[in-house]
């Protein structure tokens, strides 16, 4: 073989060799192009969870704390305690005030029934005079009585009115007195159970299943007052992804499709997740300073957008609000209607 022949070879064995090259990158690249069109995915990925900011109901002196920062809590336990003297004083007083009125109420009543029974009495003496100024009045015919013995009975008679007339108008008055007092029993009990609410918010127990934030600032013996940001709780029961795809990547995505969630802090492990919605508008457009390409030279700058996958938390691998994430999404499969729960293909290319 001469030594054309040999370079000839190697020439053939170059180019074979780049040829094989060029079509395993070009395959390569296509099937990772391909790959990301049906399996968005996106690093720009975030856990969050619901946080409540705990604050008083009532002010006073702490005076116990029964949970350290970033503890696990569960629903109802006891978290803080506000000195509850003053408040226990105030249901006291209120509480005393509020019998005295129904005891008042009581006498009322009592009243109220001795004056019925003078009106009856009253009455029964006003027909009592009534009959005996007839029985006069038919013996003045006869001249059997006296004319003055007969003024005599029609002035009891104008008496006898003028007592029932008084009667009538005291059972009116204990009638009034009787629903003033009423209201008053209202009010009281209204006063009281305020008492009784501020009392128990002395005390304030964990309103679900969460965790202590880390920034905890409370100390026993501390002032508070209502309304005063004192620490947060991160709710344990419901956690998602708010994964930022490129506005390229979201044709495809559905609420309901799949996808799979890797976390930083745990290398090698996959959350299963669901998507729930898409937002309406960029991350941009929600901002504080909204972009504004009406002026000035624009440049294009692609938009992301947040799409909200819900993930289930892990006793092995606990979530924890505001970790770093990586989502793919598989807009491979079918996604059911929550409306019809009929199945629904996927979406075109």
Known sequence: MTEQDAMDNKNRKLILTGGILGGITTLGLTGFFVYGHYYPNT???????YTVTVAPYVAGYIKNIHIQPNQFIKKGELIYEIVPDSFQVIVDQKTS??????????????????????????????????LNQ???????????????????????????????????????????????????????????????????????????????????????GQYVKPGQALFQIVDNSQWWVDANYKESQIHRIRPGMKAS????????????????????????????????NATGNWVKVPQRFPVRIEIKQSSNHPLRAGSTAHSTINTMQAVKSNSSMQKVTSPDQ
């Open 43 to 49: 690093p720009d990925a975030y856990v969050h969870a």
């Open 97 to 130: 005030k509020l019998e005295a009125s129904k005891k008042n109420l009581k006498s009322m009543h009592q009243e109220l029934q001795k004056a019925k029974d003078d009106l009856k009495s009253k009455k029964a003496s006003r027909w009592l005079v009534g």
């Open 134 to 220: 007839k029985r006069y009045a038919f013996l003045l015919e006869k001249d059997v009585v006296s004319l003055e013995k007969e003024q005599e009975l029609q002035a009891s008679t104008i008496e006898a009115d003028a007592d029932v007339t008084r009667a009538t108008a005291e059972i009116r008055r204990i009638s009034q007195k009787l629903l003033e007092q009423e209201s008053l029993i209202d009010a009281n009990s209204s006063e009281l159970g305020t008492a009784k609410i501020n009392f128990n918010y002395a005390k304030y127990h964990a309103p679900f299943d969460g965790f202590i934030s880390n920034k905890f600032t409370i100390r026993t």
């Open 261 to 292: 969630i890797k976390l930083d802090m745990y290398p090698g492990k996959k959350f299963e997740g669901t998507v729930i919605n898409i937002s309406s508008g960029s991350g941009a457009y929600y901002s504080l300073l909204p972009p504004q």
